[in-house]
């Protein structure tokens, strides 16, 4: 079965400093990567999204992400911080088939410190 | 345009009741999908609809989970005889269709059994 795993869990970082959130899954065949981002009381928003091509993907805000298929990684990456990037961040991989469902990473909150 | 919106937003409920919330997807959008985010169990998928069917339900967790979908458009998710263990967010996200794979969530319903 199809899983994600996101194995940081919290991170805490000073403004400018610079981002990366790891991110692995399992499946064998041809994915569909996405990073998700939750503000605090605000819903589920799309960061950025691989599907094939240039495995560098830039999203919103300046976020990027890059899939290495050879590591099942897709880490997202940010260069400077800001405190607004305060978040919860969720890796989600999708296989298309017959649903398109999302298989979710657990999380991984981030406090960025002013 | 109007994004996905769910209702209630809240909703307190007693052990052994129904409960029943409500998705109204992105207007053209003919897939549509029910998560679950609740603490240690991250999000979960529940079911996903194309058009007025479901043709799969494997995320429901037990026989009180149903939903039905009607007019291509609004969906219903009822819980029946609730427990504690129901107690999460119910987020609902929608896509242009089945092959789109960018979903749009919409702010959930945070359910409580006390």
């Known amino acids: 079965a199809q899983s994600v795993s996101q194995h940081n869990h919290h991170v805490i970082l000073s403004e400018a400093a610079s981002l990366e959130l790891g991110c692995n899954y399992s499946?064998?065949?041809?994915?569909?990567l996405f990073w998700y981002v939750q503000y605090p009381g605000q819903h589920l928003q799309l960061l950025l999204k691989?599907?094939?091509?240039?495995?560098l993907v830039k999203g919103i805000k300046g976020f990027e992400a890059e899939f290495i298929k050879s590591k099942f990684s897709f880490n997202l990456r940010k260069p400077s911080v800001q405190w607004s990037d305060t978040a919860e961040y969720f890796c989600a991989v999708n296989s298309g088939g017959a649903t398109n469902k999302l298989i979710f990473g657990t999380g991984t909150l981030l406090a960025v410190q002013p | 345009g109007a994004g996905v919106s769910q209702s209630p937003s809240n909703k307190v409920t007693e052990k052994g009741k129904d409960v029943e919330l409500r998705c109204d997807p992105i207007?053209?959008?003919?897939?549509l999908y029910w998560y679950r985010q609740s603490l240690g169990q991250g999000l979960e998928f529940l079911i996903y609809?194309?058009?007025?069917?479901?043709?799969?339900k494997s995320g429901l967790p037990s026989d009180r989970f149903s939903a039905e979908r009607t007019g291509g458009s609004v969906s219903t998710l009822t819980i029946q005889r609730t427990q504690q263990e129901d107690s999460a967010v119910y987020l609902c996200?929608?896509?242009?269709?089945?092959?789109?794979?960018?979903?749009?969530f919409g702010p959930g319903t945070r359910l409580t059994v006390l």
């Open positions: 691989y599907f094939s091509g240039d495995p």
């Open positions: 609809f194309q058009g007025n069917s479901a043709p799969d």
């Open positions: 207007s053209g959008h003919t897939a």
């Open positions: 996200a929608s896509s242009l269709n089945r092959a789109n794979n960018e979903q749009f």
């Open positions: 499946y064998g065949g041809t994915v569909n």
